[in-house]
């Protein structure tokens, strides 16, 4: 039972968190804290935005001072990157 334990610590360690903002021009990386991630209520790993934004000295409004037009919540494994959830800011109204 200890080699369990030790593979999913291993594989928790090994995996990384981030939220990807595409702006007009530029694209900001945000760093998610591990601590930050939970599953929600759909069974999907989430992690919210504003804590993040917050984290990494950010404030909604700066979002919108960046123009942003997708953001993008990603888990790295290894180096792979995985699309967890994206959404667009891009809408008419």
């Known amino acids: 039972m200890a080699q369990g334990n030790s593979l999913d610590n291993k594989v928790k ?3 990384k968190y ?3 903002v595409d ?3 530029k694209q900001v990386h945000l760093l998610v804290d591990a601590r930050d991630v939970f599953y929600n209520a759909d ?3 989430d992690c919210p935005l504003d804590v993040v934004l917050r984290k990494n000295n950010y404030t909604l ?3 919108m001072n960046w123009d942003a037009r997708e953001i ?3 888990q790295i494994i290894d180096g792979k ?3 967890l959830n994206s959404f667009s800011l891009d809408v008419n109204l």
């Open 23 to 25: 702006c007009i021009d």
């Open 43 to 45: 069974d999907e790993i």
């Open 18 to 20: 981030s939220y990807i």
């Open 13 to 15: 360690n090994t995996t």
């Open 61 to 63: 409004q700066d979002l």
């Open 72 to 74: 993008r919540f990603i």
């Open 81 to 83: 990157e995985t699309i």
